[in-house]
């Protein structure tokens, strides 16, 4: 009866101990208003922000000055992203989701140019 009463208690603790019954954390988006002036300045965010800690999903568009970021909770946090976008020495404004979609739908719809764009020296900020 003792081993019986052994092997239910392990093989509870085993159950409740597996990871495909442990509560999973929630992917978390935040979307951010930046400055950017052309591809190279895309990719430069681009590339840094797509190794911070926790970061799942990456959508940065120079046409829209638009950043999506979806990432694990607990690994990292809205303000921690801004900084690091800050650091490479771009905007960071926080918008909402819907705003965000607003503003890559209104994109979508009106195009843009890149014969306009141009380059500014960002070490002067």
Known sequence: MKK???IT?????????????AQKKENKVVCFKSN???ANCEQTINEYLKFEKG???LKVDHATNTI???Y????NNDDDLAK???KKGYKAEKISLEDYKKIVEKSAHQGHDHDNEKHR?????
């Open 84 to 86: 690091a976008i800050e």
């Open 121 to 125: 020296d960002r070490s002067q900020n």
């Open 36 to 38: 950017m002036d052309c």
């Open 9 to 21: 208690i392990a093989l509870l603790v085993g159950f409740a101990a597996n990871p495909l019954y």
């Open 68 to 70: 999506k970021v979806e």
């Open 72 to 75: 694990k909770e607990g690994k």
């Open 4 to 6: 019986l009463l052994i």
């Open 55 to 57: 970061v799942k999903d």
